[in-house]
């Protein structure tokens, strides 16, 4: 299951993401926005972050007008690694080295061909297993619970 958010300059973005879910049969979870209207991203950030923190959700997708502010918001969630890509190598590094679990896109940064494409990858690249990238991933834990 994906949790699905944006705000409004996301929302046309979203929209075509979920077609794209659609049509290869992956199931979903819409946190919304549901419109255009003006709204504060950060409250659909928390909302989809919180679906994946708490395992409701495998996995996110994020879209606002620069991807940025909304993987911020995301990011204040433990749990989650929310990234922001614009191209094909850092949606798959960002699975593969990083683990995340939340992928931010700006619909006013790329095209809905780039993203779907993000999406593709984001969705069908594991995380590697080997040791450096488990520590890795295992520190930014620990930097959320003040170990470090």
Excluded: W
Excluded at 96 to 115: F, P, Q, T, W, Y
């Amino acid at each position: 299951m994906i949790a699905l958010g944006c705000d409004h300059a996301g929302y046309p973005l979203k929209e075509a993401i979920k077609q794209y879910l659609d049509s290869i049969g992956e199931q979903y979870t819409d946190f919304g926005t549901y419109s255009e209207e003006s709204v504060d991203y950060p409250i659909f950030a928390a909302k989809t972050a919180h679906a994946v923190a708490d395992g409701e959700c495998e996995k996110g997708i994020l879209c606002c007008g620069t991807g940025i502010g909304i993987s911020i918001a995301a990011n204040k969630v433990k749990g989650i690694r929310a990234a922001v890509c614009s191209d094909a190598f850092s949606a798959e590094m960002t699975r593969k080295h990083n683990d995340a679990n939340i992928l931010c896109m700006g619909a006013r940064v790329i095209s809905e061909e780039k993203a779907l494409e993000l999406v593709r990858i984001f969705l069908t690249t594991d995380a590697l297993h080997e040791e450096r990238h488990l520590r890795r991933v295992q520190m930014l834990k620990d930097m959320e619970n003040g170990k470090m």
